[in-house]
């Protein structure tokens, strides 16, 4: 077998970057058609009330998990095809997973019965608790380990699915919609508790929990400590705006205005993200060889991508947020969930500087073994996005605290960005500043444009008016939507840009010919 054969990219990758784009796209469209209905439902300060409460939950689900997970995919993979020895380390991570959890468990109800603003709203916090209490018997990570990829995502649309039709089943709008909040966490947490009693009874085809032999604990805690510090100062970095928020306005109306901003850039996000499952253990066998020529072809191949979704992306949500977000939440930006629209431009850059800081931590730092990099990357971000967004929102907008919040997340990632770029340029820079990405760019132009003056002459050509205006805002973003994505692969095509002339005939033939070399 040739070199070229077993280092590039080829059909492994490409099929399994399909595959999870195809799970994460589906099950996020899903989640993303249920949103405005529930926000409907539920009204800004209820829904907003949730949103607070759930992020303080996940704190609790990053304690309990301490990135178990990660490590455990990458144990259980060097032993998957040893049944025994998978069977030893899967009942190893469970045994930390179940005490890690109940220890996180403990404290969060010591919290929540002790803490007045917590105290008030323990019953909503207890029922989402569920979803981290579930998870311990997931077992997710073997069946990632496995790669069994068919499975999971037949597995989890399934479940979005249903959970969807819950939500449209169950959750009625109503003169008392802090009733309607407690359904709605109970479907959410559904999908985990069925992922979880639905894995356990395929569990015993891969492992026993038969125990043989001692377990083996050394060289165990120190990456489990690092990965951990990482993990939860990445929780503290995603969240906190929203908790702030929370603690900023009592009435939590700012904290669902806020949701229903980021909800389209945090979609694109875990689209984006998802993808480390496909590139993190193919940058770390490459960045073994000498020869890094085909981790760098990894490299630029995967920020392509990053590229590829994020800037339509950013062009499409900033120049029709007024109507994305109306369309979300059912009010126009001077009614419920104020300033949406605003957070969703001041944050949309995000979906490309958080996915860029991602793509370096998961494909340059961690294969070299420079986590530590990251982790005080995340650590500094914390600090100034809390300090920023309480410095601006008791001082520039103290009206609109949602606004100094907005700012200062979206700068401090950035800044971040930047940063985590300047310190592995040796490998990034190149990756991400290269003539290919400056096509992308310079499309995302041309359709930043063409949707910030076509949408709105759409809207007002269309025969609605009245409470039926809404199906003309959504003809007019789906209309301007399917026309903005023509011109931009046109121009990419026109542009020769790698990633789209790589799909016509000749060139996949060519793909092909080298594959099959």
Known sequence: ????????????????????????????????????????????????LYTWANAFVYYFLILAKISIPNIAIRECAKVKDDKEALSRKAQQFFLIQGITTLLSFGLLCSLAWTVPSLRENNTLIFILSINFLAGVFSFEWIYIALEKHFYITFRSITLIALSAMMTFLFITPTAYPLNEVYVYALITISVTVFTSIINCILLPRHISFKV???????????????????????????????????????????????????????????????????????????????????????????????????????????????????????????????????????????????????????????????????LIAMAVGVACNVGLSFLLAFTAFKNDPILG?????????????????????????????????????????????????????IIKALPFNGDSFVYAELIGLVATTLAAGIIYCGTLLLFKEKLVSSFTPKRRKEREAEENA
Do not use: H
């Open 405 to 457: 919040v907005a700012i200062a997340t979206g700068s401090t990632d950035v800044v971040l960005a930047i940063f985590l770029m300047l310190k592995t340029k040796e490998y990034s820079l190149e990756a991400i500043w290269n003539l290919n990405n400056l096509k992308i760019f310079i499309s995302g132009v041309l359709i930043f444009l063409f949707c910030f003056f076509v949408c709105p002459l």
């Open 1 to 48: 077998m040739s070199q070229a054969k077993t280092l590039s990219p080829g059909k492994g990758i490409r099929s399994s970057v399909v595959i999870n784009l195809i799970r994460t796209l589906t099950m996020t469209i899903l989640s993303f058609i249920t949103f405005p209905y529930v926000t409907r439902a539920l009204g800004d300060e209820v829904f907003g």
């Open 212 to 374: 043989k032999g001692p377990y083996e604990w050394k060289g165990l805690f120190k990456p489990l400590f690092v990965i951990f510090l990482i993990s939860l100062a990445l929780t503290l970095y995603n969240q906190t705006d929203e908790f702030i928020l929370g603690f900023l306005d009592p009435s939590k109306a700012a904290v669902g205005a806020y949701s229903v901003g980021v909800k389209g850039i945090d979609i694109v996000i875990t689209l984006i993200t998802s993808l480390y499952a496909v590139f993190m253990p193919r940058a770390t066998y490459y960045y073994e060889k000498e020869d890094k020529r085909f981790y760098r072809n990894l490299l630029r191949y995967s920020f392509n991508i990053v590229f590829f979704i994020s800037i339509p992306a950013i062009a499409t949500m900033t120049a029709m947020s007024g109507t994305i977000t109306s369309l979300i939440s059912g009010s126009s930006a001077s009614g419920q969930y104020r300033y949406a629209d605003v957070v969703l431009m001041i944050l949309s850059v995000m979906m490309l500087t958080y996915s860029i800081g991602d793509s370096i931590y998961t494909e340059i730092l961690l294969p070299q073994k420079k986590e530590k990099v990251y």
